[in-house]
Protein backbone atom coordinates (compact mmCIF):
# COMPACT_ATOMS: atom_id res chain seq x y z
CA UNK A 1 0.00 0.00 0.00
CA UNK A 2 3.18 2.43 0.31
CA UNK A 3 4.05 1.88 -3.07
CA UNK A 4 0.85 3.40 -4.51
CA UNK A 5 1.31 6.75 -3.12
CA UNK A 6 4.88 6.94 -3.92
CA UNK A 7 3.82 6.11 -7.82
CA UNK A 8 0.86 8.54 -8.01
CA UNK A 9 3.54 11.20 -6.83
CA UNK A 10 5.90 10.36 -9.12
CA UNK A 11 3.51 10.43 -12.18
CA UNK A 12 2.39 14.02 -10.81
CA UNK A 13 5.78 14.90 -10.61
CA UNK A 14 6.67 14.01 -13.92
CA UNK A 15 3.42 15.29 -15.28
CA UNK A 16 3.92 19.03 -13.74
CA UNK A 17 8.09 19.05 -14.76
CA UNK A 18 6.79 18.40 -18.33
CA UNK A 19 4.28 21.31 -18.47
CA UNK A 20 6.85 23.38 -17.05
CA UNK A 21 9.20 22.78 -19.85
CA UNK A 22 6.40 22.84 -22.90
CA UNK A 23 7.40 25.21 -25.71
CA UNK A 24 4.44 28.20 -25.90
CA UNK A 25 2.18 27.63 -28.83
CA UNK A 26 2.93 30.26 -31.75
CA UNK A 27 1.01 31.02 -34.62
CA UNK A 28 2.19 30.85 -38.60
CA UNK A 29 0.87 31.67 -41.54
CA UNK A 30 3.88 29.81 -43.95
CA UNK A 31 4.90 26.32 -43.05
CA UNK A 32 8.27 25.41 -45.31
CA UNK A 33 8.94 22.38 -46.46
CA UNK A 34 12.67 21.19 -47.49
CA UNK A 35 12.12 20.00 -51.10
CA UNK A 36 14.22 18.98 -53.54
CA UNK A 37 14.81 20.79 -56.60
CA UNK A 38 11.68 19.70 -59.10
CA UNK A 39 12.27 18.31 -62.23
CA UNK A 40 12.75 20.26 -65.51
CA UNK A 41 9.38 21.32 -66.95
CA UNK A 42 7.51 18.85 -69.38
CA UNK A 43 7.01 20.02 -73.33
CA UNK A 44 3.61 20.77 -74.17
CA UNK A 45 2.15 21.69 -77.18
CA UNK A 46 -0.48 24.34 -77.42
CA UNK A 47 -2.32 25.79 -80.10
CA UNK A 48 -3.07 30.03 -79.97
CA UNK A 49 -6.31 30.64 -79.13
CA UNK A 50 -8.06 34.51 -79.29
CA UNK A 51 -9.55 35.58 -75.95
CA UNK A 52 -7.40 32.65 -74.43
CA UNK A 53 -3.82 32.80 -72.14
CA UNK A 54 -2.18 29.46 -71.72
CA UNK A 55 -0.91 28.96 -68.09
CA UNK A 56 1.99 26.23 -68.39
CA UNK A 57 2.49 23.15 -66.63
CA UNK A 58 4.55 23.11 -63.49
CA UNK A 59 5.58 20.46 -60.83
CA UNK A 60 3.99 20.46 -57.66
CA UNK A 61 4.68 19.03 -54.17
CA UNK A 62 2.46 16.42 -52.59
CA UNK A 63 4.27 16.11 -49.50
CA UNK A 64 6.26 12.79 -50.80
CA UNK A 65 7.19 13.57 -54.02
CA UNK A 66 6.86 15.82 -57.28
CA UNK A 67 3.96 15.12 -59.73
CA UNK A 68 3.01 17.02 -62.97
CA UNK A 69 -0.25 19.50 -63.42
CA UNK A 70 -0.61 19.75 -67.31
CA UNK A 71 -1.04 23.13 -68.59
CA UNK A 72 -4.36 24.69 -69.59
CA UNK A 73 -6.08 27.70 -71.09
CA UNK A 74 -7.45 30.06 -69.22
CA UNK A 75 -10.11 33.27 -70.50
CA UNK A 76 -8.16 36.35 -70.92
CA UNK A 77 -8.18 39.03 -68.30
CA UNK A 78 -7.53 42.67 -70.61
CA UNK A 79 -5.06 44.57 -68.88
CA UNK A 80 -3.49 41.76 -66.99
CA UNK A 81 -0.85 39.33 -68.15
CA UNK A 82 -0.24 35.86 -66.26
CA UNK A 83 2.34 35.06 -64.28
CA UNK A 84 3.34 31.29 -64.52
CA UNK A 85 3.99 29.41 -61.12
CA UNK A 86 7.61 29.14 -60.24
CA UNK A 87 10.22 27.79 -57.40
CA UNK A 88 12.29 29.92 -55.54
CA UNK A 89 15.41 28.85 -53.14
CA UNK A 90 14.55 29.99 -49.75
CA UNK A 91 17.30 29.10 -47.54
CA UNK A 92 18.26 25.65 -48.18
CA UNK A 93 14.83 24.68 -48.72
CA UNK A 94 12.63 25.64 -52.34
CA UNK A 95 8.91 27.27 -52.32
CA UNK A 96 6.63 27.29 -55.07
CA UNK A 97 4.67 30.13 -56.17
CA UNK A 98 1.63 29.92 -57.78
CA UNK A 99 0.68 31.22 -60.87
CA UNK A 100 -1.09 34.96 -60.82
CA UNK A 101 -2.53 37.77 -62.99
CA UNK A 102 -0.51 40.91 -62.64
CA UNK A 103 -1.86 44.48 -63.82
CA UNK A 104 0.47 45.85 -66.92
Known amino acids: MVMRPLVLAAVLGVATAAGVHAPAAQARTYVGVDVRVAPP ?34 LAR ?23 WQRR
Open 78 to 100: PGYVYVAPRWHAYGPAWRLRDGY
Open 41 to 74: PRYERMRVRPGYVWTPGYWRWNGRRHYWVAGTYV
